[in-house]
């Protein structure tokens, strides 16, 4: 297995396992899938700021993607980014999602945000078990925000430093 940079042509792969996530999970509180042509306008307004994104290949074959994008437009924001982690659902279980979180906080940190954000949808419990066990902090929940599947849902925040963080000034 690889873990490599996003290319526009991952866009069916990417829209494929996300579709899985939209129609089966509470991580998105999207409803209806997008296709791939809009997957791959997404990944090119990912790609044209200052983010990360990356996909996890095997044999020709996309299990996972994840990103980092900014956390918010305002400047102030700059340096904090946050993260989205989605896997094909066959892949699950293998540890996938901490080796491409791992890659994706070193890449973040190299394009030099300073902290980290994750957004869990629906307070799913392996998300959450994910981030902790990369060192992310729960910071909040916002109780009763989404509602799918006939639910509400909660979405909980969790917050990593990365690099100093604020320990050192900015270059």
Request: proline share 5%; aromatic share 8%; with cysteine.
């Amino acid at each position: 297995m690889i873990i490599r940079p996003v290319r526009l042509e991952d866009a069916e792969a990417i829209a494929t396992i996300y579709a899985w996530h939209v129609l089966n999970g509470t991580a998105t509180f999207e409803i209806v899938p997008p296709m791939a042509a809009e997957m791959a306008d997404r990944i090119s307004v990912i790609s044209a700021k200052k983010s990360v994104y990356l996909v996890a290949e095997e044999e020709g074959h996309i299990l996972g993607y994840a990103y980092a994008t900014p956390f918010r437009d305002r400047p102030a924001y700059q340096f904090t980014c946050e993260d989205s982690i989605y896997l094909d659902h066959e892949a699950r279980g293998r540890g996938l999602g901490s080796i491409l979180l791992a890659a994706l906080i070193k890449e973040a940190e190299a394009v030099g945000f300073r902290q980290m954000i994750g957004v869990v949808g629906g307070g799913e419990p392996a998300s959450i078990a994910l981030h902790a066990k990369h060192g992310f902090e729960h910071r909040g929940t916002m109780q009763s925000v989404g509602r799918k599947f006939g639910r509400w849902l909660d979405t909980v925040y969790m917050q990593r430093v990365l690099g100093p963080g604020d320990q050192e000034p900015l270059p």
